[in-house]
Every structure is written in structure tokens, then in C-alpha cells.
């Protein structure tokens, strides 16, 4: 065993040293230790890396196995280390989900995968499935430091492997998302408490890092986070922008011990390669996230002083998967057949049609653009978004529950794992044409077999519900929600208008349930899911519902629904308008206001390229939308006080807008007597007021203010007072104010 005495010594740019050391990619990160007294033997270790790869058993798998194969056989077998930061299995595709994952985990172990952080999906069937199904058939171990035996300190699950690699004691230490309690169902996960993934990751490296051999002892350390920030690429958020915002992935870069050598994260599903500082010490370190699914393969190259245990150089890079397979590779070769079998099992109930549609529905694609009037390109899952595939399963609740009437249907996004796409393929099911529906791609949609409940709730709880899209905490211990927005799926009787800007609780103007605005006194009853209904996703709201679960599948209501309902259209209306209006809309003003995501972004969304307000049958304006916003700049007139507004896109997203009677208008007249000058400390002034709101006398008091005078004087049922002030010592010109309100009048005169 290497010490690690020297692994915080200083790091510096391999540039500014001058030594001549190439990156590897555009992508990568170089650091680079400051040379030791001695020359130093150095080895070079390669750490591959998956994030989220949620059972992807299709025609890429081995392909992805040819990628990671190829980086193995370029770093050097011997060399390097297949690892992952969690979520292998859960949300699957059909062909791994219909067998319980086996297949994904049969091909992890083909390829060797040596560790693996435990990711909030490894507990979708309970704590009880991970360790013995789970764990069983896996040959690595699944790690999670900050899982704890529920209301102790005792860890649950394995905490860290030390795996030797190149003669290098690689220390891995697992950990998952705090967050897992709301994202999974919790009676799976009743026994075990998930505590702050970072104090975890410390705690265990400053064990593996202190010189007792007794405790365990690594010289280079990896932190697999299943965690991560919230944008990157294709967002365009740098680094700094990440940990400016705060939150988990922030405390993961700046507050990670400084003895952990490489971060890589996971959970958000995002692309990124950064070279972040090491807190409390010199120099970088890279933290890498692949994105999701094995669409890339997460590198990072460490040079070892195998003397001291220290790094010296550090490279990280997204590397994409290729193209075609290799099956010249053993382990491809053996994905290979495990594949075929899984595909070939999967196809005799998956190759069936169950429903046909006219066009694609999706799931929110960011990063795309609207291409002849249609959103065209990105990627899929932004959960932000409201999207057609989030309309559709919604409507199926709804109308698809064969007892009961409920309300409404609402559908978490993240329960939203694949699209359907119009286009076919035949040539791996001569079903497969153009429009239709698969057995397989219909379960791929909801692949989690939630049950479908019906919660009833009273309408303050719906609105909250729909407040929470907008998401919390729920105490100030807790942890900051990775993801701050998750846009609900409605059924399509559903409109609510809302303002971002809004306080917490505060942010829904209107809900309405068939055109009637939800009575918060009266009960509704939500189709969805057994994991929304208890409260998931930090939707708490629904904890208050009573609830009557179906026994009903998602997955089987969901393939009924689209063989009663064929052919079915994408639905591309939104269900909900944003809308800031900066305060309450005022008659007899000038407002503006500021409305926002107009338009969906699933794939064939029309553009909405305006916004037209309106007043009864009057209209005041149409107004453009420019990237998916419209300013709005309206003089409302006064007759509209008391009455609303009505703002309509063109494509039929409505909002109403209450308007505000304008304030009465006051008038205030003041005279005095006499009308000339005073003489000083002779002479009192008499002071006359009149007051008039909106031509009628006004009721109340008028204050003087000004020349030494500060009093109150009341109105008469006429409006009217008299007062005498003075005398006045002061020589010169004096002013007294007389006010009601915000109307005022103006008294000069002269004393001498």
C-alpha cells in the first residue's frame, strides 16, 4: 500500500508548466502535480464511467459495449476500470423491464463493471429487491454511504470497494441523491434513512485516507455521485453558473474533500466535463456526467506517482458511443447473445400492435428550435416542459379508468420514459409500420408498474398540488430539489394560469376544472399514479387526499386506453399559460404584462407565433411571441374596472385577468384669510378645505403640514373644514401642504 501523503500537494495547469502534455479532447481537463524532488514512477490509470444507463437493452447495447471495449483496449486492459454512478437498471426498455432487469445486469457483468454507486432507481422495488434479487445476480457491489439502518448511523448498504488496477489501490465510494425518499415509493424504502450525500463521501474518504491499513487505505479516491447538476451541455451552463445556483451538485464541487481525486455524478441526465477546484487546497480536479442511456462513455485518465499514492495529472472527456459494434471482442460477442436472447423473449408479447397514431408524440425536447413552424430537434425528457406524451397519458387516466368519474388525470414527467415515434421500423417487426404502436413501446412509456389510483382532495390541496410543480423542500434540513421545476401532464379539461414569479403557495392565479374555476371548499378526485398519490416527487399535497387504489397497472391501462382510442393525434395544446403581470392590472393605467412559454417543444409542436387580448367582444391588441414570449403593453381603460381581460393564443391557450377599478380620484381646494401678508407672531391664518372623490364630498380628515403647522382636521358631511394656524414667527415665504391622501393643495403666503 502507497501512502498518500503527497495526493494535496500542489496542482497546476500541465500548460503554465510548460511539460508539453496533450488533452485528449476538446472536452478534457488537465491538471498537473508540482514535480517532486525525486523522478517519480508514475502509472496511468483510465476510469470508465456510466451514469442513468436505466436498462437500455436494444439495438445500441452493443454497440455501447463496442465503445467501452475500444477505450479499454486503447488505455490498456490492465489499465482500467469500469465503473458506474447508478440507475443501471429501472426505467427500462421493454426487453429488460418485461424480465426484471436481468438482462441489464447479465450485461454489466459481461463487461465487467467493477462498482457501482446506488442510484435512486435501484430502489423502484424496495430496499429488500436491491439486496437479494438484485445484488445476487449482480457481480458488483452496489455502494451507498449515506443509506443508513432507519434512525441510526450504521450504514446499510456497502460504503466503498478498493480495487486494484495497474498496481494502484483505487478507492470507489458510492452515494445517492437525498432526494430518493420522494422519488421512489416509500413503503420500498420504510427501513433506511438517506442522509447528506456529501458528509457520506467525506466521511468515508478521510477513513480511506488517514494511514490506518486497519480501516482501509486507497491511494487514488473516486467519488461516484449519483447526483448532478441540473444543466450543462446542450444547456450551456458554465461550471461557475452551477455553483452559483447553489444546491447539491454545488456542495458536491466545492465541499467534496480534497483528498477525493475525480468526481462523476449522475440523476440529472446531463453532459458535462468540468475542471473544478479542489476546496481548501490548490489546483483541479475533473467531475463528469455522461448524460444517460450509454450514449457516451465517461473517461477520466489519472497519471499515479506510485511511490506517494499522488496524482499528478488528470484528464476527463465524454467519449460517444460508435456507430457499429465489433463483435471481435470477447465481451461484445457475449452482450451480443445476451441481447439476442432478451430482444427475442421480449418480442413474442412486445411485437404486438396495440394502438395506432397519426403523428409523433413525445416527451419535451430541449434544445431544439422551431423549424417551419414546427419544434424540431434537442433532446428528450426536459421535465420543465409540458409535452404532448404528458397530455396523452394524463388523458388516459382520465378516460381510461373503467370505475369511478374522476375529475381530472395528472401524470408526474419523470414517469415518462420513451416516445412514440410515426415513423416504423419493419425490419425488426414486419408489424412495426408507419403509425403504429407496440406492446413494447407502449410499457417503454411507463415502465415503473405503478398502480392507478384515484385521490381524492379538496381544491386548496389540487392548487397546491399544482403549486408544488414549482419545487421545495420540505423542511429547511431537507435538500434543495435537484430539478427547481416539474411540469405536471393534464388531461386536456384541465387550465391553469400561473405566475413564476409568485412566492411559494402563491403561484396559481386560476385553476379550472371543465371552464370552472376550482372551489377550494368543494372535493376532486385525480386519476394518477399510486407513486404521485403518496406524495412523490414533492408533490405533498396529495398526502392529504384519501386514496382508492385500482390494482390496475399503468402499463395495462395505458395499452387499453390506446387500442379503445386509435387513431389517436399528438395533442399539442398547452394546458397551462405563464403569466407576470407585476402586481394587480389597474383600469385607467398602462400595464405590462410578460407571458411565457408559449408553444410546446415535443417534437411537431406548432409554433404560437401570437397573443391577442381581449375584453368582452372588444379587442385591444394582438401581440407577437418571440421565442416562445410575448411582452404585452396595454392601456386598459377605466370602463373596464371590475370587469377582466382575456388573454388567447393562437393556439387556444386562454388566460383571464381580473382588472382593478382605478383608485377614486380626490380633489382638494384650500383657501385662507386673509389673502395677504401676516405679521410675525402677530396674526393667525384661517384655512378653508374642500374635498371631492370623484365629484362627491369625501368623509374623513385632511392633514396640514408645513410652516411649523403639523395637525389633523375633520371633514363635515360636506366635505368641508375650517381651522385657523398660526401665529407665524418665522419671516419670509411660508407653504403649508394640505393633503387627503394622495391629493393635495398647495398654501403660500408671507410673513414679515
Known amino acids: ?114 462498482s457501482s454507486a446506488v442510484g435512486n432507481h435501484e430502489f423502484d422495488k424496495g430496499l429488500d429487491d436491491l439486496e437479494g434479487r438484485v445484488a445476487d445476480r449482480a457481480d458488483w457491489n452496489y455502494l451507498g454511504a449515506n443509506v443508513y439502518e432507519k434512525g441510526t448511523d450504521t450504514p446499510a448498504l456497502e460504503e466503498y470497494d478498493l480495487l486494484e488496477v495497474a498496481g494502484v489501490t483505487v478507492g470507489i465510494i458510492g452515494a445517492v441523491t437525498e432526494e430518493t425518499p420522494t422519488l421512489v415509493a416509500a413503503s420500498g424504502v420504510a427501513d433506511v434513512d438517506f442522509g447528506d450525500p456529501v458528509e457520506a463521501v467525506n466521511r468515508v474518504a478521510e477513513q480511506l485516507s488517514d494511514g490506518d491499513e486497519a480501516n482501509g487505505e486507497a491511494d487514488v479516491i473516486v467519488a461516484e455521485y449519483h447526483e448532478g447538476a441540473t444543466a450543462g451541455t446542450p444547456d450551456g451552463a458554465t461550471l461557475e453558473e452551477e455553483i452559483a445556483a447553489g444546491g447539491a451538485f454545488a456542495d458536491i464541487v466545492t465541499q467534496t474533500h480534497a483528498e477525493v481525486d475525480a468526481i462523476f455524478t449522475g440523476h440529472t441526465h446531463k453532459q458535462y466535463v468540468w475542471d473544478a477546484p479542489i476546496p481548501g487546497g490548490e489546483g483541479t480536479r475533473p467531475v463528469v456526467q455522461t448524460g444517460s442511456y450509454g450514449e457516451n462513455i465517461g473517461v477520466i485518465d489519472l497519471a499515479v506517482d506510485l511511490e506517494t499514492g499522488a496524482v499528478m495529472t488528470s484528464a476527463g472527456e465524454n467519449v460517444a458511443r460508435v456507430a457499429e459494434e465489433d463483435l471481435t471482442f470477447p465481451r461484445v460477442a457475449e452482450v451480443k447473445l445476451i441481447t439476442d436472447e432478451a430482444l427475442a423473449n421480449a418480442e413474442l ?15 419535451a425536447f430541449g434544445g431544439g428550435s422551431y423549424v417551419d413552424g414546427e419544434w424540431t430537434g434537442g433532446g428528450r425528457d426536459d421535465r420543465a416542459s409540458e409535452s404532448a406524451m404528458g397530455h396523452l397519458v394524463a388523458q388516459a387516466l382520465l378516460d381510461g379508468l373503467p370505475f369511478g368519474e374522476p375529475d381530472l388525470g395528472l401524470t408526474n414527467p419523470g414517469g415518462l420514459r420513451a416516445e412514440f415515434y410515426f415513423e416504423g421500423d419493419p425490419t425488426e417487426n414486419p408489424a412495426n409500420t408507419d403509425g403504429v404502436v407496440t406492446y413494447a413501446e407502449a410499457n417503454s412509456v411507463l415502465p415503473f408498474g405503478n398502480t392507478i389510483v384515484t385521490a381524492e382532495l379538496t381544491g386548496a390541496d389540487l392548487i397546491q398540488v399544482f403549486d408544488q410543480q414549482w419545487q421545495t423542500a420540505e423542511t429547511p434540513e431537507d435538500p434543495t430539489p435537484s430539478r427547481p421545476y416539474l411540469a405536471l401532464g393534464a388531461s386536456d379539461n384541465v387550465e391553469v394560469v400561473a405566475d413564476p414569479t409568485a412566492e411559494t403557495g402563491e403561484h396559481i392565479v386560476s385553476l379550472k376544472i371543465d371552464g370552472e374555476e376550482v372551489d377550494p371548499e368543494a ?19 396529495f398526502r392529504n387526499a384519501t386514496v382508492t387504489d385500482s390494482g390496475i397497472s399503468d402499463a395495462e391501462l395505458f395499452r387499453d386506453y390506446l387500442a379503445d382510442s386509435s387513431p389517436i393525434e399528438p395533442d399539442h395544446a398547452q394546458r397551462q399559460m405563464f403569466v407576470d403581470t407585476d402586481g394587480e392590472l389597474t383600469a385607467g393605467t398602462t400595464e ?158 408671507k410673513v414679515r
Open 1 to 114: 500500500m502507497h501512502s498518500r501523503s503527497g495526493s494535496s500537494t500542489l496542482r497546476v495547469r500541465a500548460a503554465a508548466l510548460g511539460l508539453g502534455l496533450a488533452v485528449a479532447a476538446t472536452s478534457a481537463t488537465v491538471v498537473v502535480q508540482a514535480p517532486a524532488a525525486h523522478a517519480a514512477e508514475t502509472v496511468s490509470i483510465s476510469l470508465l464511467n456510466i451514469n442513468d444507463f436505466h436498462g437500455r437493452i436494444d439495438a445500441n447495447t452493443t454497440k455501447f459495449a463496442t465503445t467501452v471495449e475500444q477505450i479499454r483496449a486503447e488505455k490498456g486492459e490492465s489499465n482500467t476500470l469500469f465503473i458506474s454512478a447508478g440507475d443501471n437498471i429501472g426505467a427500462s426498455l421493454f426487453a429488460s423491464n418485461v424480465a426484471d432487469d436481468e438482462p441489464t445486469i447479465d450485461v454489466l457483468n459481461a463487461l465487467d463493471l467493477a
Open 349 to 363: 408479447v412486445g411485437n404486438q400492435p396495440v394502438g395506432e397514431i397519426t403523428g409523433d408524440i413525445t416527451t
Open 523 to 541: 372535493t376532486y378526485s385525480v386519476a394518477t399514479f399510486n407513486f404521485l398519490a403518496e406524495g412523490n416527487d414533492n408533490f405533498r399535497a
Open 592 to 749: 405590462t404584462i410578460e407571458v411565457t412559454r408559449l408553444g410546446l417543444t415535443s417534437l411537431g409542436s406548432p409554433v404560437d407565433p401570437s397573443v391577442t387580448v381581449t375584453a368582452g367582444e372588444q379587442e385591444l391588441g394582438t401581440f407577437p411571441v418571440t421565442d416562445r414570449a410575448a411582452t404585452i403593453e396595454l392601456e386598459l381603460p377605466e370602463s373596464l374596472g371590475g370587469q377582466s381581460i382575456t388573454l388567447t393564443s393562437a393556439l387556444g391557450v386562454t388566460a383571464e385577468l381580473a382588472v382593478a377599478a382605478p383608485e377614486p380620484t380626490a380633489v382638494v381646494k384650500a383657501k385662507r384669510n386673509p389673502k395677504g401678508p401676516l405679521k410675525a407672531g402677530k396674526k393667525k391664518l384661517k384655512v378653508t378645505v374642500k374635498v371631492k372623490v370623484d365629484g362627491e364630498p369625501a368623509s374623513g380628515k385632511v392633514v396640514l403640514s408645513g410652516a411649523g403647522v403639523d395637525k389633523k382636521v375633520k371633514l363635515n358631511k360636506k366635505g368641508k373644514a375650517v381651522t385657523r394656524v398660526g401665529p407665524f414667527d418665522e419671516k419670509g415665504v411660508q407653504v403649508i401642504t394640505v393633503s387627503y391622501g394622495d391629493a393635495s393643495d398647495i398654501l403660500r403666503f
